[in-house]
C-alpha cells in the first residue's frame, strides 16, 4: 500500500454517487445536476456580470433540468434562452467575455459545441495571445460529453481528446457530484476560458455534497484525487470513467485481492502528471482509462508524458482503455462494448501484472 | 426595408455641414494617413520586412473615417483582417501597427498577432479578425455587453459609472455575407435587438469573385438584413460627406433606441486582395475609373479648397509631407525595434492565469517541451 504521505496534496473526499459509487453516502447526498445548479446560482448571486445562455436553459428549465428554477431566480436577462446557433452565441459569448462580462454557455451536448468550433477553438483560446496579452476570453462553456446512451454516431462525442490539443483553455471533467460543483464554481471564477465536460449519464448521480453555509466549495485545477488505494496499479482516468475503474477496482479487490490506485484527475489541462508519477513510485504499472478515441487521445498523452518523465519506474509498458476506434455505434449491445466498460479495465490490470 | 441611401428618421439636412472645419480637416488627415501607411506597408512587404497575409486598405479610407466620426470613441469596434486603417483611424500610433506587422515586440500585440490581428484596448478596438465572419459573432456579444450594461448592471464596467448608451460597430467584407456565422449572429441581433451595426465594406469582391458571382441580392444587400428585421440601408463609401451624413442617424438611432442595423457601404479597393493577387478577375480600367474620378481623398481634398476655403494647395502639400514623415518615423521605428524574446515571449499570454503547471515560470509546462528553450521558462526537460 502507498502511504498517504506520498499523495498529499491529493486528500480523499467523501465521495459517494448513489448505489454504484463505493465511497459512503455523507449526510446530503445531491444529484449531479443539482450540483451543477448550486454552482451557477452561488456564483451568479455574487457575481452580476455571469449569465447563462443556451438552448432550453430558462423557460423550459434545461433540456436536463440542470438550470431547473434559475429563470425564477435570475430573470430572462440572466437567463437566457438561445435559438439553434451554437457558432452565433458562442461567438456572442466571446464579444460579451472581452468586453467585461462572464458567460456561461451552455451546449445541450458538446458534440454541437462543433458547429461552434471555430468561435471556441480558433477565436476563445487564441485571444489572449493574438492580442499580446490584452483581451482575456473567460467564458465557460458546459454541457453532455460523451456517449448518453444509444444516442449514435453524432451525438456521443467525447470532445476531451479533440479539445485538448489546443492550448489556451483549461479542461475540467468531474466525475462526481461534488467535484461537479467544486471545479465549477472554479472555472467560472477563472479568468481564462473553461470547456467543462458533463454527463449526460451521470445528471442523476447522487453524492454528498457540503451545503453552501459551510462555505463555497471550490475545487482546485490541476490536482488528482486518489479515489482508491492499492500498490499492484495505477488506473488513470477523468469523467465518467472513473466510475467505471472504480467498478474495476472492486472487483480486482474482491474476486482476486488485487488493490489499485484509482486517480481521477478531474482537470485534462491542468494536467496532474506529478500525482501520477507519484502513484507510479509504488506500482510501477499505468493503465489509462479515456472514453475517447484511443488515436492521439488524452490517454495517449498521459503515456507519452509518463514515458518521457518517469520511464524508469515503469515494470510494464503502459496501457491505454479507450472506446473502440469506430464511430459511435446505437446497438446498446454495441455500444456498451464500445466504451472503457470495466472488463477492459480488468483486463488491462491482469496484463499489466503479468496475468493471462 | 429602407430604400437606398434613405436616412431613416427626420433629420436636419447635411449632418455634415454641422461639423467645423477642423472635424473635416481631420477626416481627411485620417485618410491620407491610411493612405501614406499602406503604401510603405506595401513596400515593407515587397522587402520582405512584413510576412504572411497582409491586406491593405488604399481606397478604402472613406469608409473607416467616416463610420467613426459618426461614434463616440469609447463605443466598441471590431472588424476583419483588413484592419490598418481601423487602428489607424482609432487612434493607433503608426509605429506600433507598423512594429506589429515588422512581428516586433513594439507591435501592438507585441508581435504575436500580425497584420490581420491589429487589437487595441485603449482605443476600443477588438480585434481584426481573421476568419471570414467570425467577428460578426463577437460583434453581436460586444452589443449585448453594452446592453447588459444599461440593463442588468447599471453601472459602466469600465469606470464604475452609470452606464452610457453605447453601439457597437461591427465590420465585414463582402465576402462574409456568405458566411453561416454573420446569418446566425444576425439573428440574434434582431431577436434580441442588440445595439450593433453591422458594416459591409462592400468593395465589389470577396478575394477574386464578384459580389455577383458570390452571393444572392447582391444589388440589394438590405434584403438580407430584412429576413432578421433590421433595418437595412446601403450608401456610398467613397464620398466621405454623403457616407457621415446617411450613416450618422442610423449610428444615433442605434445608440438612443439600442437596436441593430445592417449597412451596406459600396467601397472599392484599389490594390489587390492581399500582397499576392495578380487582379486577373477585373481591368485596370475599372480601378482607374475610382482612382482617378472617385477617390475619396481627392474629393474631400477638392471639398474643402474649394467650397469651405479652409485648405490651401500649400497647406495640403505640407499635410501629406508631414503624414509621409511620420511614416517614414514608423517604418524606422518598426525596422529598428528588437524581436520579442522566445525565452520571455515565446510562453507568455497563454493564460490570464496559468495554473503552476501551465505556466512559463512553473517547473513543467504542458505538452513536448522545447529543447532550444531548455532550462528556459517553458522548456526543457526536468
Known amino acids: 500500500m502507498p502511504t498517504l504521505d506520498l499523495i498529499t496534496e491529493t486528500p480523499l473526499h467523501p465521495y459517494a454517487s448513489g448505489a454504484d459509487f463505493p465511497g459512503g453516502a455523507g449526510p446530503r447526498p445531491i444529484q449531479f445536476r443539482e450540483a451543477l445548479r448550486e454552482a451557477m446560482a452561488e456564483e451568479m448571486r455574487r457575481d452580476p456580470r455571469i449569465f447563462l445562455m443556451g438552448e432550453e436553459v430558462a423557460e423550459y428549465n434545461g433540456a436536463y433540468k440542470v438550470s431547473q428554477g434559475m429563470l425564477d431566480e435570475f430573470g430572462p436577462k440572466r437567463i437566457i434562452d438561445s435559438p439553434i446557433s451554437e457558432n452565433g452565441f458562442a461567438g456572442l459569448a466571446v464579444g460579451a467575455a472581452m468586453y467585461g462580462l462572464r458567460p456561461i454557455i451552455e451546449f445541450m451536448s458538446w458534440s454541437f459545441s462543433l458547429v461552434a468550433a471555430d468561435q471556441i477553438l480558433n477565436n476563445v ?24 446512451g444509444q444516442l449514435g454516431s453524432t451525438h456521443s462525442w467525447a470532445v476531451e481528446g479533440l479539445f485538448s490539443n489546443v492550448p489556451g483553455v483549461k479542461i475540467a471533467i468531474p466525475s462526481n457530484p461534488y467535484d ?141 482503455v479507450n472506446s473502440d476506434d469506430v464511430p459511435t455505434p446505437y446497438s446498446k449491445a454495441l455500444e456498451a462494448e464500445f466504451l472503457p466498460h470495466k472488463g477492459k479495465i480488468v483486463a488491462a490490470v491482469r496484463k499489466t501484472l503479468g496475468y493471462t | 426595408m429602407t430604400a437606398v441611401t434613405t436616412a431613416p428618421r427626420s433629420i436636419p439636412r447635411r449632418p455634415s455641414a454641422a461639423l467645423p472645419d477642423e472635424a473635416l480637416l481631420r477626416m481627411l488627415r485620417d485618410m491620407q494617413l491610411i493612405r501614406e501607411f499602406e503604401n510603405r506597408t506595401m513596400q515593407a512587404y515587397q522587402q520582405a520586412k512584413i510576412g504572411g497575409f497582409c491586406h491593405v486598405y488604399t481606397g478604402q479610407e472613406a469608409l473607416v473615417v467616416g463610420t467613426f466620426a459618426s461614434v463616440n470613441h469609447d463605443d466598441p469596434i471590431v472588424t476583419a483582417y483588413r484592419d490598418h486603417g481601423h487602428a489607424l483611424a482609432r487612434g493607433m500610433s503608426p509605429r506600433a501597427c507598423m512594429a506589429e506587422m515588422f512581428g516586433r515586440a513594439t507591435g501592438c500585440a507585441k508581435g504575436k498577432g500580425g497584420s490581420m490581428h491589429m487589437f487595441d484596448k485603449p482605443n476600443h478596438l477588438y480585434g481584426g479578425h481573421g476568419i471570414v465572419g467570425a467577428q460578426t459573432a463577437l460583434g453581436a456579444g460586444l452589443a449585448f455587453a453594452v446592453k447588459y450594461e444599461l440593463e442588468v448592471l447599471g453601472r459602466d464596467l469600465a469606470s464604475g459609472g452609470n452606464p452610457k448608451k453605447r453601439v457597437a460597430l461591427c465590420y465585414l467584407g463582402d465576402g462574409a455575407l456568405n458566411q453561416g456565422c454573420l446569418h446566425e449572429a444576425m439573428n440574434l441581433a434582431g431577436l434580441w435587438s442588440l445595439p450593433v451595426i453591422f458594416i459591409v ?57 439600442q437596436k441593430p442595423a445592417f449597412v451596406d457601404i459600396r467601397t472599392y479597393r484599389y490594390k489587390g486582395h492581399s500582397m499576392s493577387d495578380p487582379q486577373k478577375y477585373r481591368t485596370r480600367e475599372e480601378v482607374e475609373e475610382y482612382e482617378s474620378k472617385r477617390d475619396s481623398i481627392a474629393m474631400l481634398a477638392a471639398h474643402l479648397m474649394r467650397d469651405r476655403a479652409c485648405l490651401s494647395e500649400d497647406a495640403w502639400r505640407a499635410m501629406q509631407d508631414e503624414l509621409a514623415e511620420i511614416v517614414r518615423d514608423a517604418v524606422k521605428f518598426a525596422d529598428e525595434s528588437p524581436w520579442p524574446d522566445p525565452k520571455a515571449e515565446l510562453y507568455s499570454d497563454v493564460m490570464v492565469s496559468p495554473h503552476p503547471r501551465m505556466s512559463p515560470s512553473g517547473e513543467y509546462v504542458e505538452g513536448a517541451c522545447n529543447p532550444i528553450l531548455e532550462g528556459q521558462p517553458g522548456g526543457g526537460e526536468r
Open chain 1, 125 to 148: 483560446p487564441k485571444m489572449l495571445y493574438m492580442s499580446g496579452g490584452q483581451w482575456g476570453c473567460p467564458v465557460v462553456f458546459r454541457g453532455n460529453d460523451g456517449a448518453g
Open chain 1, 180 to 320: 461537479a460543483k467544486g471545479l465549477l464554481k472554479t472555472a467560472i471564477r477563472d479568468d481564462d476560458p473553461v470547456f467543462f465536460l458533463e454527463s449526460e449519464r451521470m445528471l442523476g448521480d447522487k453524492a454528498h455534497v457540503p451545503a453552501p453555509e459551510d462555505g463555497d466549495l471550490l475545487v482546485p485545477f490541476g490536482e488528482a484525487a486518489l479515489r482508491s488505494v492499492g500498490d499492484a496499479c495505477t488506473l488513470v482516468s477523468f469523467g465518467r470513467p472513473v466510475n467505471f475503474c472504480l467498478e474495476a477496482a472492486a472487483d480486482l479487490r474482491e474476486k482476486e485481492g488485487i488493490e489499485v490506485d484509482v486517480l481521477d484527475m478531474r482537470t485534462i489541462r491542468p494536467l496532474d502528471i506529478d500525482a501520477i508519477i507519484r502513484s507510479l513510485r509504488t506500482t510501477s504499472r499505468l493503465v489509462v482509462v479515456d472514453q475517447c478515441w484511443p488515436f492521439a487521445s488524452v490517454a495517449s498523452e498521459v503515456v507519452a508524458q509518463v514515458c518521457e518523465r518517469a520511464f524508469d519506474l515503469l515494470d510494464h509498458q503502459p496501457l491505454r
Open chain 2, 201 to 257: 465594406e462592400n468593395n465589389l469582391y470577396s478575394m477574386g469573385t464578384s459580389i455577383h458571382r458570390g452571393t444572392t441580392s447582391a444589388d440589394d444587400l438590405t434584403k438580407k438584413a430584412a429576413a432578421y428585421e433590421i433595418d437595412g440601408f446601403s450608401f456610398d463609401g467613397m464620398d466621405i460627406l454623403s457616407l457621415y451624413d446617411n450613416f450618422k442617424p442610423v449610428a444615433d438611432a442605434c445608440r438612443d433606441d
